[in-house]
């Protein structure tokens, strides 16, 4: 069954350092999507991406953050220089068009010390 | 941002029995609901979901009951087995298709004992 992947599974890094967090969605999907849940908190939308272009953004996604289709296959996440409130895990989900269904990736654990 | 409410933290039910879980919105735009089930060190896995034309939807031992006049959701299992201790969490969507974010709730931690 196809399925969304992401790598690396653990990143860490140190505050005001730059990171890229990967993701390979299903291969024919068309909607791209990162969420993010920081510990014993909500899964909280970050960014919508269609037709190479971010077609939502929530207020968390701010200009240390950006997203990209390098190529058919991968979907980044950029976080220029993080902090130490980015440490969460970081979701990223894809859907097809004319479904609802958004299916999710394992994540990877981002810590910033 | 409240939107989507999940009031039960934790859920403790025998193996074969039904468990219930629940879900309270406040968006009256949301227009379709999804249910996921999460493991620990894993993404959220899509279980079922429900359009806002419905009231009920069932997928084998999963049954999801939407109450729009009280803006209220559950999700039923019956029976229950100890595979499905997992996190559930309720979402929802405002916009059509694919083109919108999902809203999730807190989560409910269901644990089924044998």
């Known amino acids: 069954e196809p399925e969304v992947t992401q790598t690396p599974s653990h990143q860490v890094t140190q505050m005001g350092q730059e990171v890229i967090l990967r993701c390979v969605p299903i291969?024919?999907?068309?909607?791209f999507y990162w969420y993010r849940q920081i510990l014993g908190q909500k899964v909280e939308f970050l960014v919508s991406?269609?037709?190479?272009?971010?077609?939502?953004k929530s207020e968390i996604f701010d200009d240390q953050f950006s997203v990209e289709r390098p190529d058919g296959s991968n979907f980044t996440l950029k976080i220029r220089s993080t902090k130490l409130e980015d440490s969460a895990m970081y979701f990223c989900?894809?859907?097809?068009?004319?479904?609802?269904?958004?299916?999710f990736g394992p994540g990877t654990r981002l810590t910033v010390t | 941002d409240q939107q989507v409410k999940q009031n039960s933290p934790s859920l403790s039910v025998q193996e074969g029995r039904i468990s219930i879980l629940n879900c309270d919105y406040t968006?009256?735009?949301?227009?379709?609901f999804l249910w996921y089930k999460k493991y620990p060190a894993e993404g959220p896995t899509f279980l079922i979901s429900i359009s806002s034309i419905k009231d009920k939807n069932e997928d084998g031992r999963f049954t999801v009951f939407l109450n729009k006049s009280a803006k209220h959701l559950s999700l039923h299992i019956v029976p229950s087995q100890p595979g499905d201790s997992a996190v559930y969490f309720c979402a929802a969507s405002a916009k059509p298709g694919n083109t919108g974010k999902l809203i999730f709730g807190q989560g409910t931690t269901l644990q089924v004992k044998p």
């Open positions: 991406f269609y037709n190479n272009e971010i077609s939502e």
């Open positions: 291969s024919n999907h068309l909607y």
């Open positions: 989900a894809s859907g097809t068009d004319g479904s609802y269904e958004q299916y």
């Open positions: 968006n009256s735009m949301f227009d379709y």
